[in-house]
């Protein structure tokens, strides 16, 4: 079974930086694409970005373009998100998710979440 890790989030001020890390195990990482989810408290969950182990194709929610990017260090088996200009709306609970080759597939896995909380 595929198994994740987040990692990274904290505190920071609005405009500030974070990266958040996704680290898998016990999985070929060419066979899953990795998404990031957040919630935040009232809302539903939502899909933030993703990257595609089959061809590279990257996904980000028009809410985080331009401030967030995506990447993936085959080698160490982790996905990043790099979230830059943080705004207060940011705030939430951040899951990393295995999902079967393509992020229009279903979500295999789960990881557990990290908080991001974005100061005004």
């Known amino acids: 079974d595929v198994q994740l890790q987040a990692s990274g989030g904290g505190l920071v001020q609005a405009g500030g930086s974070l990266r958040l890390s996704c680290a898998a195990s016990?999985?070929?990482?060419?066979?899953?694409?990795i998404g990031w989810f957040r919630q935040a408290p009232g809302k539903d969950r939502e899909g933030v970005s993703c990257i595609s182990g089959s061809d590279g194709s990257t996904y980000y929610a028009d809410s985080v373009k331009g401030r967030f990017t995506i990447s993936s260090d085959n080698v160490k088996n982790t996905v990043y998100l790099q979230m830059n200009s943080l705004k207060p709306e940011d705030t939430a609970v951040y899951f990393c998710?295995?999902?079967?080759?393509?992020?229009?597939?279903?979500?295999?896995?789960w990881g557990q979440g990290t908080q991001v909380t974005v100061s005004s």
């Open positions: 998710a295995a999902k079967m080759r393509d992020c229009g597939q279903r979500v295999l896995s």
């Open positions: 016990r999985f070929s990482f060419d066979d899953y694409a």
